[in-house]
């Protein structure tokens, strides 16, 4: 039974842009460096035989890193921060000898905005 002055409900769908399995494409999207967050993930096997294995770990241990995996004269580790970070851990390692090396390439996304001030001022914050 319809109700007076009811409206009838429509509903669209819009046709997608895409489908599952296609890539993506984020073309469009700009992204400044200086108002970006940049990261890449490495992950690579090194030489690390017993002479020179605790130099090894302690440059991972600097570079914020983590050794996942361990063999008898190789160590596996994964590490993650800016690209130009990566690049420095990964010159460092060729001179120990890389037997595998893997890297995501960037990923970014838009720094936050940062609001502190005003809501110090409001008395919300410290």
Do not use: C, W
Request: proline share 8%; no cysteine.
């Amino acid at each position: 039974m319809k109700k007076p002055n009811s409206q009838l409900l429509s509903l669209r769908v819009p046709e997608p842009s895409g489908r599952p399995g296609d890539p993506t494409d984020f073309s469009h999207l700009k992204l400044d460096p200086a108002g970006a967050v940049e990261r890449e993930m490495m992950i690579l096997t090194v030489r690390a035989e017993p002479g020179t294995r605790g130099q090894v770990i302690e440059l991972v241990d600097v570079f914020q890193g983590r050794i996942v995996d361990v063999g008898h004269e190789e160590l596996t580790i994964e590490l993650a921060g800016p690209p130009s970070k990566l690049d420095d851990f990964e010159d460092l390692m060729r001179a120990y000898g890389m037997s595998a090396l893997q890297r995501t390439g960037r990923v970014a996304l838009p720094k936050l905005e940062r609001q502190a001030t005003r809501l110090r001022s409001l008395g919300k914050v410290g």
